[in-house]
């Protein structure tokens, strides 16, 4: 394949060995970043498919919400510079930039907020569908059972042509979220549910319905709910993960936001993705001592081992994980309100850290601490159970699935995902009867 043009109209020529024949393909240009070939008419003039799995080099949609430089460490939200937002602006203003591409006005965001604050209560009944879960289930199948449920339970937001509907689903699937998995935690420990409270942020809500009792209000620390906050900024959006690219493939199909988001949840859940911030917390436990870590690097770096360093790599980031560095600093913030001097795991953590990065193995596969890396030690610190990460990782990426969503939807190129293969079978056979195999 060699690149024939610059600028507009560039194509890309493609040629065929086994024919001679060569085929022109257009180059679409990105704002920023690369450019991408499209081959949407290569099975039909060329009668090949492309072949890329895990997707390393495919752009699986045109998107105007998230761009990421890995090399540079870049994520931007509609542009915005993710250190810049973690810094001065709140989860609430972030959701309704993801989701109508700016920054609000005052007037504007007001709106929202209080549009989310009335969206935040349950249908009642839905707190009978808890009780069908098993109480030590992990809370993420409970999230991946309750938010599919949701449509059951509001059908008169599931027209996925309406853009009313799919807003009202949005702001739904946005505001109910955090009730879901805080009443995960409360059916998993035997407490009560406890309701929303309007007055209260949507940090402080989540960590009011984690903590309260009907017995005892639980008081909110301003640096703890300011530090959720920025936990749930640094995980809105992330373009096309397997997450986001599974509530695309299942929403192209015309499913319900509902469904659509517990597929992604669900796909979140999985410890190369979402659930990699639980496996820290558990990594870390498992080697116990900073004399142990040698041992586990070994194996993180053995071929023969499935051991992976957990929060370490990331598909796209090949320097340093933007969200990584304000995790890190928030992480010692959070330690400091605390009052915890000398954590252990934190000293593990950070001698881990260490020698990782002075390794030859992980510097030549340019491995560096993703944001899960710390955001386990945040939560840990925060008294938020290990099984529940995931979930608070699913809580904040809400935003970015139904933005991600409504986008896919509103795109006029938008078709059903169906994906081809390589086909490596047997060819044709016949049927052998049972008694002649
Ligand atoms: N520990 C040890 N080796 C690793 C690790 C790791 N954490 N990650 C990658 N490698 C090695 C891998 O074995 C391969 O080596 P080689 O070239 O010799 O075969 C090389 O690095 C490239 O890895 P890859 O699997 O081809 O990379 P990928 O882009 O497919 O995987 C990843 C990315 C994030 C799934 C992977 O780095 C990983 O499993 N990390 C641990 C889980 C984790 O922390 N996930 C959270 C990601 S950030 C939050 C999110 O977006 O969900």
Same mark, same amino acid.
Do not use: E, L
């Given at each position: 394949m060699s690149d024939t043009s610059q600028g507009k109209n560039a194509t890309f020529t493609l040629t065929d060995n086994r024919n001679g024949k060569s085929y022109e393909l257009p180059v679409m240009d990105a704002s920023v970043g690369p450019s991408v070939i499209d081959v949407r008419k290569l099975y039909a003039e060329t009668d090949c498919f492309t072949y890329d799995p895990g997707f390393t080099s495919t752009g699986s949609c045109e998107s105007k919400i998230t761009y990421i430089d890995g090399d540079l460490g870049v994520l931007l939200y509609r542009g915005i510079p993710i250190q810049e937002l973690a810094e001065h602006s709140d989860f609430m203003e972030v959701c309704y930039l993801l989701l109508y591409g700016e920054l609000p006005t005052a007037a504007q965001k007001k709106k929202f907020e209080t549009s989310i604050t009335y969206h935040t209560m349950l249908h009642e009944q839905l707190a009978y569908f808890f009780r069908?879960? @098993? @109480? &030590?289930?992990?809370p993420m199948a409970v999230m991946c059972g309750v938010v599919g449920a949701l449509s059951a339970f509001y059908h008169d937001s599931t027209d996925i042509n309406d853009p009313h509907h799919r807003m009202i689903a949005s702001y739904r699937l946005i505001a109910k979220m955090p009730t879901i998995a805080a009443w995960a935690y409360k059916y998993s420990l035997g407490q009560p549910f406890i309701y929303p409270r309007n007055e209260l942020s949507y940090a402080e809500n989540f960590l009011h319905m984690m903590y309260s009792t009907p017995c005892e209000e639980y008081r909110v620390s301003p640096v703890l709910a300011r530090a959720m906050d920025r936990i749930l900024t640094l995980h809105a959006d992330h373009e096309q993960n397997a997450s986001t690219s599974t509530v695309r493939l299942a929403g192209s199909?015309?499913?319900n936001p509902f469904a659509c988001i517990s597929a992604g949840i669900a796909s979140l859940w999985g410890p190369a993705h979402g659930g990699a911030n639980e496996a820290v917390l558990n990594m870390l436990a498992e080697i116990g001592?900073? &004399?142990n870590i040698p041992t586990f690097i070994k194996k993180a770096k053995d071929k023969d081992d499935p051991f992976r360093l957990m929060g370490f790599g990331h598909r796209v980031y090949k320097n340093m994980d933007p969200r990584a560095n304000v995790m890190r600093q928030s992480c010692h913030e959070v330690l400091a309100e605390l009052g915890i001097e000398d954590e252990p795991l934190l000293d593990l953590a950070m001698e881990l850290e260490r020698i990782a990065l002075e390794d030859d193995y992980f510097v030549q596969r340019k491995l560096f601490p993703n944001v899960d890396f710390y955001s386990g030690i945040i939560f840990k610190a925060m008294g938020i159970p290990t099984s529940m990460f995931t979930v608070l990782f699913a809580v904040a990426r809400t935003v970015g699935w139904v933005a991600q969503w409504n986008e896919m939807i509103e795109?006029?190129?938008?078709?059903i995902g169906r994906p081809r293969q390589l086909y490596t079978g047997y060819t044709e056979r016949s049927y052998v009867p049972i008694d002649k195999r």
């Open positions: 069908g879960f @098993r @109480r &030590d289930a992990h199909s015309g499913a001592h900073k &004399d795109d006029p190129s938008q078709k």
